[in-house]
């Protein structure tokens, strides 16, 4: 069974910086692409991960990036989402999902729409305040 557990929210004042883990179980990190998605209050989920990882890179989001940083540690099985200047546009519940069907390698890619993710865990509240 996979499971995903997100971590890291809290709250921050605008400019500031959170990171964010996604503990991974059932599945290696590098054979996946993982995702990160976020709700905003009031709003449906985003449709496109603000940022994605896999062997073939990673890909962020036009209002993420040089902004926000996704990695992972093989070793421990976790993905990272690094956020530095944030801004109130970025309050949401931030969750992370895995496609354990494709890697980014052996002529499979990785993609940011929601609905090739089969595996998510829960949200981790992030609020950034001005």
């Known amino acids: 069974e996979v499971q995903l557990v997100a971590s890291g929210g809290g709250s921050v004042q605008a400019g500031g910086s959170l990171g964010l883990s996604c503990t991974i179980s059932g599945v290696k990190v590098n054979n996946a692409c993982v995702g990160w998605f976020r709700q905003a209050p009031g709003k449906e989920r985003e449709e496109f991960a603000i940022?994605?990882?896999?062997?073939?890179?990673?890909e962020y989001d036009d209002s993420v990036k040089d902004r926000f940083l996704v990695s992972r540690d093989i070793a421990e099985n976790v993905v990272y989402l690094q956020m530095d200047n944030l801004k109130p546009e970025d309050t949401a519940t931030y969750s992370c999902a895995a496609d354990s069907r494709r890697t980014g390698s052996d002529g499979t890619s990785c993609y940011r729409r929601d609905f090739m993710y089969e595996h998510w865990g829960q949200g981790t509240e992030v609020t950034v305040s001005s």
């Open positions: 940022a994605m990882i896999g062997n073939d890179g990673t």
